[in-house]
């Protein structure tokens, strides 16, 4: 499956964003979809996870009450909503599709190519 993120930006502390990821090449609706980030100079976290099979959600306690994941399958898209944003919420982030809804990278096959994120002070 191929992803394409999206909608990342520059906004001022306390802004909202939402970002996309479209998907083409399999059935959307089979994969488990992340949301990873990266900050400069870190590892790639976890941020966001979706359940193919009962659309269930699961948040770093980092984002928990601030970001929704959510997903239109019908439109083969995923979807993350980012309100009250942070500065240390500025980072790369990657959408990514895999067999279960985890937090570790390496249950996920297929990685979108990124969009930066940054928050002002």
């Known amino acids: 499956v191929q992803l394409q993120a999206s909608g990342g930006g520059l906004v001022q502390a306390g802004g909202s964003l939402r970002l996309s990821c479209a998907a083409s090449?399999?059935?959307?609706?089979?994969?488990?979809m992340g949301w990873f980030r990266q900050a400069r100079r870190k590892e790639r976290e976890f941020v966001a996870t979706?359940?193919?099979?009962?659309?269930?959600?699961y948040y770093a306690d980092s984002v928990k009450g601030r970001f929704t994941i959510s997903r239109d399958n019908a439109k083969n898209t995923l979807y993350l909503q980012m309100n009250n944003l942070k500065p240390e919420d500025t980072a790369v982030y990657y959408c990514?599709?895999?067999?279960?809804?985890?937090?570790?990278?390496?249950?996920?096959?297929?990685w979108g190519q990124g969009t930066q994120v940054t928050v002002s002070s």
């Open positions: 979706s359940s193919a099979k009962t659309g269930s959600t």
């Open positions: 990514a599709a895999g067999p279960i809804p985890i937090v570790s990278t390496t249950a996920y096959d297929y």
């Open positions: 090449g399999r059935t959307f609706s089979n994969y488990a």
